[in-house]
Structure formats: C-alpha cells, structure tokens
C-alpha cells in the first residue's frame, strides 16, 4: 500500500520510525491514526519504544533485517525491549554522534555512513548490521541517511547527489539509484518516507509527481 499522510501533524514521517521488511519500530506516544496508516501500510509488527527518550526515532537509530544500530544515548531500559522485541542484533555505537538514521544509510546488502565514524565504530555497525560498510556522502554532505530513501529494491537521493555518489551507492547497496524529492521540493527524502519492499507511507505535502517518481524506483509501479 502507498499512502500519504502526516505524524501529529509534522509531514517529516520518515522521522518517526524505523522499518525494515520484518517490522517497524514506532514511539508508543504515536496518534492512533498514525497507527492505523502504519498498520494499513505495512501489515507489519509493530514495536513500541522511545530511544534516547524521543519519539522521532527514525534521526536516531537504523536498521535492516540483521541487526539496529543505536546511539549511546539509548537507555538501559530501551536496549533491553528492543532486545526483547525482536530477533536481531540490536546494540548501540561508541561515538559522539548520535543521529544515526541521518548518518548512516542502510539495507540488507550493505552500508554507507558518516566520513567521521572512526574504525572502531564501522566496525561496530558492520558487525551489528552483518554488512559491508563504506564512508561516503550524498549530495556532499555527510547526512546519508537523512539524503537517501532506500529498500532492498530501490534508492531515491538528494537531487544534487553526484553520479559518483550515486554509482557507490548502487554498487554496495546493489540498487537502482535516482534523485528525487518529497514534500514539494524536500531533498531529504528519508525525512519525508517510511518505506520497505511492501509499502510506503510518504508525507502529506509530496507532490503526487514526487510520489509517482518514488514509487517508480522502490518498484511500486
């Protein structure tokens, strides 16, 4: 299912969860007609947890179908449910950055991240994600994660991504890779969708051009 909504109020959709093709990880403080889009969407488990104490989790942590990479922020408590609500490998990353879904870009196949993770912490997210994982930017910019919307199928980029960019993306992640926008003219399109091989939830103000394009390179269409 596609569908276009917003987050108590906020269009930044891609900011409130964390999904994968297995489950999605919402705040248990999410509207009930936000759960409602979510479960229509999805028809997927649901996973209820704050991390770091927020509700927009999808800035913080990263997941694919192996494992969840959270910031050292995330509490005592939020590790052991998250541990306890699903079967991966969820654990947390020694650094000083804490965004990890705007920093770290990430599917079943592979991973790219933040220039600035020493090698000690890529190490850690490639043994929590069990993928290869590169430095890289998107558009020039460090925030792959918040730059890039991606599935197992498909990859829609900051529109002044680079074709460099855009071929390392594709050659480690293995998908097709297009530029794109959300919510008329965002190019920070995770920021904008949630999505995974079987749906997509896109905020309210995209465009139904942006949206056709999205779904056209997640395979939707």
Not at 89 to 114: E, P, R
Not at 150 to 158: K, L, M, S
Request: proline letters at 4%; one cysteine or more; hydrophobic letters at 45%.
């Amino acid at each position: 299912m596609i569908a276009r909504t917003d987050f108590e109020g906020d269009v930044n959709v891609g900011a409130f969860g964390v999904i994968t093709d297995q489950f999605i990880c919402i705040s248990p403080n999410m509207s009930e007609k936000a759960h409602d889009v979510i479960e229509r969407a999805f028809n997927l488990p649901v996973i209820h947890s704050t991390i770091a104490s927020l509700d927009a989790i999808g800035l913080v942590a990263v997941a694919n179908s192996h494992g969840m990479v959270l910031p050292y922020t995330v509490s005592d408590d939020e590790l052991a449910h998250l541990k306890r609500s699903t079967k991966i490998n969820v654990d947390w990353v020694d650094s000083k950055m804490t965004a990890m879904g705007n920093i770290i870009l990430a599917n079943d196949n592979g991973a790219l991240c933040h220039p600035e993770f020493d090698s000690a912490a890529r190490k850690k997210i490639a043994d929590i994600l069990d993928v290869e994982v590169h430095p890289g930017t998107v558009a020039k910019l460090p925030i792959v994660g918040a730059n890039t919307i991606i599935t197992n199928r498909g990859a829609v980029v900051h529109p002044m991504a680079t074709d460099k960019e855009m071929d390392k993306i594709s050659e480690l992640l293995k998908v097709h890779v297009e530029v794109g926008t959300v919510n008329r003219g965002s190019p920070y399109t995770n920021l904008g969708v949630l999505a995974n091989i079987d749906g997509m939830i896109a905020g309210s103000d995209t465009t139904g051009v942006e949206l056709a394009h999205i779904s056209q390179v997640l395979g939707f269409v």
